[in-house]
């Protein structure tokens, strides 16, 4: 499949991602003619980078840092 005929389903694969709303890769796929799941993965990178898409991967690490900046400012005033 071409570029230009994959663009419009990977925009909407995108743009389910970036609202919280996604769908399973098979599933999608399953939904267009001549799509196959590489097509569409190998222009959703390009796309995200041409609109200047900024990925996050939060990790619990980053929580569990935040937790233990709570106890100490707790322990710091329950010691004043």
Known sequence: MTQSSCCRPTC???A???ENTTVPLG???KR?????E???LALEFTLAQSLKF???VWHAHKALRGFLLDLQVSR???EV
């Open 76 to 78: 710091i005033s329950d």
């Open 32 to 36: 267009f003619s001549k799509l196959s």
């Open 16 to 18: 389910l991602k970036t």
């Open 12 to 14: 909407l694969f995108l």
């Open 27 to 29: 599933d999608f796929v």
């Open 54 to 56: 900024e990925f996050t």
């Open 38 to 40: 590489d097509d569409l």
